[in-house]
């Protein structure tokens, strides 16, 4: 009853989502993910990576088949593109197998299934195809934020930012003098952030298929969760960024042509209006977001997947600040509310104990004054840095450690007790 619950509820969402898409004239989530079928798709990988999220809880044989079968059609559709001189100037040549074999995975569930093999083969292709659409939810998401939010906040951002000594100025002058390796590099890290939770994902799921069940809790729950709140975020504090509203990328609209290489002047913070085409998708950063939540995930892998786990988190946090995509207060507030949605999913799992509702509670107030801070005291902020600054990290800080000390209060419960050896009867 959950899945289907969650299911219909999901529908209902990307249906109103679709409705909204088609009255500002952009395309919505439903219409780009059913070109895909047919059409270039916008990332391959990702199809892939949901491909290889839905075989889980396939066996090895049945997972070499999916996989053999895609890549067949895949080698069809580009033959046929190079024949017909239709090859893709945007999106990738590739992709489109893996999303025939989640549909046809289906099918074949409704079909050729019965009993708890397709209820578990059915939870297979839905964990895949939300990953898909959930990122044509997020597409669909920031083209309404740049509709119908003709004002940004983005001086009163740069203002609070001086707190933290303007990061993503010092980030940008550094990825420039790494010259074009380094640029490369860090975009497709950033990219390619779906894919790597994906890797995360699968060392979690790797006993589906054995168990026929699903773990309790897992990544991709965390990773939808936060793609599914924050863009509700964005309509209430819409942000551009410091390469639109302060550098080369805002043209016209830009406040002034300052980033990366002179520091935004301290002066009175005001509304800014901006285009209808750039996203306002700054606060809070979700990609600090999700890399936080892939960083708190892989803390339970191997070696390698740790090291993986904190390379993303690092080079995703260089990138959103090098490329003037973020400011630094973006990515303070992205860790509190990724540690947030972590503890409440947590929490929901764990029956609504009372610290986890405690933790919850405290990240949320935490966040909330996050974003208060940012809108109605920049100038302090900026005039204050001393103080200031180290009042955000501390903030920051504290949920990361009040989380940290929750899960290990909940592990300690969750640990079994040893039982003590039998004493041996003494001899009379």
């Known amino acids: 009853m959950l899945w289907i619950t969650a299911g219909v509820i999901t529908l209902g969402f990307l249906i109103a989502l679709q409705v909204v898409a088609h009255h500002l004239g952009i395309p919505g989530p439903i219409t780009t993910q059913a070109r895909e079928v047919i059409h270039a798709p916008k990332s391959g990988f990702l199809l892939y990576a949901s491909m290889a999220l839905m075989m889980v809880v396939l066996t090895w044989r049945q997972r070499l088949t999916a996989l053999g079968t895609a890549i067949g059609i895949d080698l069809v559709f580009l033959l046929v593109r190079w024949a017909t001189g239709t090859l893709p100037v945007e999106g990738h040549p590739f ?43 997020g597409d669909t998401w920031l083209l309404i934020t740049s509709e119908t939010r003709p004002i940004t906040l983005d001086p009163y951002i740069a203002m609070a930012d001086h707190a933290l000594g303007n990061p993503s100025w010092l980030a940008g002058r550094l990825l420039e003098a790494s010259g074009p390796i380094g640029e490369h590099a860090l975009d497709y890290v950033y990219a390619q952030l779906a894919v790597a939770a994906v ?154 104990d009372r610290a986890g509702t405690w933790l919850i509670a405290y990240g949320t107030i935490v966040f909330a004054a996050l974003l208060a801070s940012y809108r109605f005291l920049p100038l302090e902020m900026a005039a204050y840095p001393w103080l200031a600054g180290p009042l955000l990290l501390l903030a920051m800080a504290s949920v990361v450690y009040g989380y940290r000390r929750t899960t290990a209060l909940w592990e300690a419960k969750a640990a079994p007790v040893p039982q003590a050896e039998p004493r041996p009867e003494l001899a009379v």
């Not at 409704?110 to 297979?124: A, C, H, I």
């Open 199 to 352: 890797c995360v994902a699968l060392y979690q799921l790797r006993d589906v298929a054995a168990e026929q069940r699903f773990p309790r809790h897992h990544l991709v729950r965390t990773f939808l969760l936060i793609g599914l709140l924050g863009p509700a975020i964005y309509m209430i504090y819409p942000v551009v960024g410091p390469i639109f509203a302060y550098g080369p990328e805002g043209g016209h609209w830009a406040a002034a042509d300052l980033w990366p290489n002179t520091l935004p002047p301290i002066i009175a913070p005001y509304e800014l209006p901006f285009d209808e085409i750039t996203p306002r998708n700054c606060m809070p950063s979700l990609h600090t977001a999700w890399a936080t939540t892939i960083f708190i995930h892989s803390r339970t892998g191997p070696r390698a997947l740790r090291l993986a786990g904190t390379f993303w988190l690092i080079a995703t946090l260089a990138a959103t600040l090098g490329f003037g995509w973020h400011y630094g207060v973006d990515l303070v507030a992205g860790v509190v509310f990724a540690y947030t949605v972590e503890a409440a999913l947590r929490t929901y799992d764990l029956g609504w």
């Open 95 to 137: 992709g489109n197998g893996a999303l025939w074999v989640i549909l046809g995975c289906a099918v074949i569930a409704l079909t050729r299934r019965t009993g708890p093999e397709r209820v578990l083969m059915l939870k297979g292709v839905g964990l895949g195809l939300l990953l898909v659409t959930g990122r044509k939810t």
